[in-house]
DNA sequence: GTATGATTCAAACACTTGTTTGAAATGTGC
DNA sequence: GCACATTTCAAACAAGTGTTTGAATCATAC
């Protein structure tokens, strides 16, 4: 049956890769855990790379339309634009959702996207970077409404900052320090805690980038 | 020159390691990048992973003892305790500065850091968390001072959401967003942004612990 | 049934990996 | 000079890598 060991090659590779890696993990690991032959990765994806993609597009493209929905969501209530927070849930509760939900993966497809980053492979980073540069360009534009004193190249490498955080507590691969996986607090609950974290240090960042600083006093009160 | 060749070996594998990733970079082409011969790996480091283990050393030492150098500094004045902002200071502006340093080996070593924990090596893992969780340790003790409603759990994980937020401003390893690295900001001036960012999420997260809300009213005022 | 295409399979291919070996070279103390 | 330990070197080793091959099996249509 076709589609059932092209399937199976799927499931095994994202599991195996999410766990040890892209370049680390054999073909023939693969193989044994699809309970299919070696050569069926060549025959129905092309290459290990060509596997490697599929596995990664899957789960990429049910995230990103997760979030561009809710985007889509909040702008057509054309009346008030989106609040920070509102945009910032829309960002994140989709990840971490979905890292969370065994049914859908479980944080296996964050930890593979973690370590898809990490590795150098430079035609994987392309492929990431067209599946998900759209994504964050349009969120970028959304919340430079609600931060109006930060410029464009301020705002970006901000939204770096809560990137960097969302990878970390969806992947927790660190394990160097806290160990959330072991806790295993709802999904709901860690975004919310994000989303304040992020909120707060947006906005901050946002009041201390403007000329006049009238909520300097209301930054020193909370950060000081 | 036995010292000589042992140098040249650390520096050409921290280069190639934080590029490629430590299992994706063969021997020879660290010895070839060394001028060295291939067996003197093992004749100087024992195996990949002695040599990998010692070159992740060499820095991280560096960096912990900048850190807790600062750490002590700060509760030497033992009259008023530190703020926030002065300990994520210490905590994020080493980290930083180190990585753009280029005398100091550039960001490559924060990039291998990265790598390395995406890397699944049980023994490197080990080896990380026994050199680095006794200083994270050490600031979630003193933070905890600064933000008195949170409890260790709680303060535990937004201090991953710090750190994650950290290593994607070091490592930029992403490349799928912003470019930091083309710009050439210096790292004082994006440790700032951090702090504050990161002080005003943490203090936001402190202030929703409280069980009576006082500060809730600026925390709106700031996070929309 | 047979013919045709899709899929599976065991085997082999060419190549790279980290490590080991044993002899050469170099340095060191006397 | 000699003796001795340290360091370098070319070569080979065993194991593992992704990929290819060509025959065998299966499904489907006629």
């Known amino acids: 049956m076709a589609a059932n060991t092209r399937q199976k090659l799927l499931d095994a590779a994202e599991s195996l890769f999410s766990q040890q890696g892209i370049t ?5 690991q693969i193989t044994e855990l699809a309970g299919a032959n070696l050569a069926a990765v060549n025959y ?10 599929e596995v990664l597009r899957r789960r990429l493209d049910e995230l990103n339309s997760e979030r561009l929905k809710r985007l889509d969501q909040l702008e057509a209530q054309d009346d008030k634009p989106a609040t920070l927070d509102q945009l910032l849930e829309a960002l994140i509760e989709p990840a971490l959702i979905m890292s969370r939900d065994d049914a859908l993966g479980g944080m296996r497809f964050v930890r593979l996207l973690a370590r898809a980053y990490a590795e150098n492979d430079r035609e994987l980073h392309r492929f990431l970077r067209e599946h998900y540069s759209h994504v964050m360009r349009r969120f970028a534009r959304a919340m430079s409404q609600a931060l109006p004193e930060m410029d464009a ?11 960097g955080a969302l990878t970390y507590a969806m992947a927790d691969f660190t394990g160097h320090f806290s160990h959330m996986n072991q806790i295993h607090i709802d999904a709901k609950t860690i975004a919310q805690h994000l989303v304040r974290f992020a909120a707060a240090g947006l906005s901050a960042a946002d ?3 403007a000329p006049s600083t009238p909520t300097g006093t209301a930054r020193t009160l909370l950060g000081g």
Do not use: C, E, Q, Y
């Open 24 to 28: 680390t993990t054999p073909l023939r």
């Open 44 to 53: 129905h994806f092309g290459s290990k790379l060509g596997l490697a993609r």
């Open 153 to 163: 190249a301020n705002l970006r490498w901000h939204l770096d900052f809560v990137i």
């Open 207 to 209: 009041a201390a980038a």
